[in-house]
């Protein structure tokens, strides 16, 4: 079966620090990857995927993440952060074999102090 | 219109009432998608309909009813809620075979009193 974890909960930073939210999966093949953005009473906004190819992967905002399959890892990054970036971010993995399934981590809290 | 749209965005409704959610997707995709998002809970996965079909139930209680008229609406029926029904309803689409990145609505956020 397969599973995401995002082990913090909650993570603070300042304004113009660095950013990397951690995201563990296990999946029994190549998976797809994704990680979405939630502000607050929103949907979920897509903010990058990998499949195949080059292991760091560009996204939106400023944001990427470096696909690492020895440690089934998938982190995502941004060299500073701003204000607007204070969201919930979920990671993703998917999909099964005959459905079109994801599934999704428990999500990690993003607060931005100034 | 683009995207995924999702009315009505605020509902409020009795234990007694019968209400509808609907969502509506503009990408031309052929597979649609319930999710139920409440406090402090992941995710949880209700419905999908792929072309029109359901294809899977997340062993979700009869008084939520899907409905998929056709590739670019769904619908949620809602009757005899529970206050533990009150989330955040997400409907969310992606084209079957290609990409599999799901794009979400807005949402729903209803309250059953």
């Known amino acids: 079966a397969q599973s995401v974890t995002q082990p913090d909960i909650h993570i603070t930073v300042s304004e113009g620090a660095s950013l990397e939210l951690r995201c563990n999966y296990s999946?029994?093949?190549?998976?797809?990857l994704f990680w979405y953005v939630q502000s607050p009473g929103q949907g979920l906004q897509l903010l990058l995927k990998y499949f195949s190819g080059d292991t760091l992967v560009q996204g939106i905002k400023g944001f990427e993440a470096e696909f690492k399959r020895s440690q089934s890892s998938f982190n995502l990054r941004k060299p500073s952060v701003h204000w607007s970036d204070a969201a919930e971010y979920f990671c993703?993995?998917?999909?099964?074999?005959?459905?079109?399934?994801?599934?999704f981590g428990t999500g990690t809290r993003l607060t931005i102090i100034p | 219109e683009t995207g995924v749209t999702q009315t009505p965005r605020h509902l409020v409704m009795g234990m007694t009432n019968k209400k509808s959610l609907k969502c509506e997707q503009h990408l031309g995709h052929n597979a649609m998608y319930w999710y139920k998002q409440s406090a402090k809970k992941p995710l949880e996965l209700m419905f999908v309909y792929n072309f029109k079909e359901q294809t899977e139930n997340n062993s979700v209680p009869s008084r939520f009813s899907p409905e998929c008229p056709n590739s670019s609406h769904l619908f949620l029926h809602l009757h005899t809620l529970q206050p533990e029904d009150s989330a955040l309803y997400l409907c969310?689409?992606?084209?079957?075979?290609?990409?599999?990145?799901?794009?979400f609505g807005p949402g729903t956020r209803l309250t059953v009193t």
């Open positions: 999946y029994g093949a190549t998976p797809y």
């Open positions: 969310a689409s992606s084209q079957p075979l290609q990409g599999r990145e799901q794009y």
């Open positions: 993703a993995v998917g999909p099964l074999a005959g459905n079109e399934k994801l599934t």
